[in-house]
């Protein structure tokens, strides 16, 4: 069962020169989202502020389906990367585009795909708000956003009813997000196997910023993180970890840090909630095995953390999920 059956209406606002492997995304994975009996989870609209073509950066045309009066009725909408000279140059908004951001529902959710995020930032949605954009630009960004709060080490954030993703194919992390916040890890994976990308990426932006990074497998963190998923049931510490790599445990801190832009311990503790997540949501196991298996050893531990990173019970969590009787 899905946390919420109602489908959902996405609108992705092309905003001229787009980025056209951003606009590309939310259609393809929001649109292979579905419900166990195959239907559609979610209705998306690729929508101009005007019923013309669109210019893409990379030379060709998009042609929306919608105009501007698509806005007012979507749940969700998204900007994907633009270099829209307002909002990329000088922090304003065309009046055309501040007329249309102005229909947008209140309780509709905001999203930014890479450079999207100068646009919501010029709207005001991200003043005083944590935020992510390309690490590119990131410079560029703090110029004329002073009041947001960005991070380019970050994927993408979630601060609610806003949300802003990395560079380019950081879009895909989020809007798999998205559909797991909205139907389960098994909706999001099942989505990632038919697109053919991995569920979630390990670490964040800062590991593609541009900076000297081991190159050798044998300097990498890799095989260590490799090895610690299939291992997420058992003992690991930061020094079990550096062992396996070879590494000192000042060296493998370092190098994984570079290489995912996370601790070890915030990395561990990621991917332990959504082995615990998965399993909630897949299979009837008492909470204490849960806990066992995705490495949090006891209900109480795995109570704490999921309370603290999604906000609910394991009961609550799986109630809410498969629809699983009290």
């Not at 929001?30 to 209705?43: I, K, N, T």
């Not at 998965?278 to 009837?284: F, I, K, N, Q, V």
């Amino acid at each position: 069962m899905c946390k919420d059956s109602a489908m959902r209406r996405v609108v992705v606002l092309l905003l001229e020169p787009v980025v056209g492997f951003d606009a590309a995304i939310p259609p393809e994975l929001f649109g292979s989202a579905r419900a166990p009996d195959g239907e559609p989870l979610y209705q998306v609209a690729m929508a101009g502020l005007r019923r013309r073509p669109v210019r893409s950066e990379q030379g060709y045309d998009l042609v929306p389906s919608a105009g501007a009066e698509a806005l007012a009725g979507a749940d969700v909408v998204i900007v994907p990367g633009t270099r829209i000279p307002g909002p990329r140059l000088n922090g304003t908004l065309p009046v055309e585009l501040r007329a249309a951001l102005d229909t947008v529902p209140t309780g509709a959710r905001k999203v930014s795909i890479c450079t999207g995020a100068f646009v919501l930032a010029a709207a005001g949605w991200l003043d005083g708000r944590p935020a992510t954009t390309h690490w590119a630009y990131a410079d560029a960004f703090r110029r004329l956003y002073p009041r947001v709060d960005l991070d380019e080490n970050r994927l993408f954030v979630d601060d609610g009813d806003v949300l802003t993703s990395a560079g380019l194919a950081a879009g895909i992390d989020l809007c798999l997000h998205l559909i797991r916040r909205d139907h389960g890890t098994a909706v999001a994976n099942q989505v990632a196997r038919r697109c053919v990308v991995p569920p979630w990426r390990d670490g964040g932006q800062a590991q593609y910023i541009e900076r000297p990074v081991p190159s050798s497998p044998a300097e990498s963190t890799a095989e260590a993180r490799a090895w610690a998923l299939d291992h997420l049931d058992g003992r690991l510490d930061v020094t079990t970890l550096a062992t396996r790599a070879r590494m000192s445990v000042r060296t493998f801190n370092r190098r994984f840090q570079d290489e995912t832009g996370s601790s070890p311990g915030a990395w561990l503790t990621g991917r332990r909630v959504e082995a615990a997540r998965l399993l909630l949501e897949s299979t009837d196991l008492p909470v204490d095995e849960v806990a066992r298996r995705s490495g949090f050893g006891s209900g109480a531990a795995l109570r704490a953390q999921l309370r603290a990173s999604l906000g609910v019970a394991p009961l609550a969590y799986r109630r809410t999920f498969r629809g699983t009787p009290l």
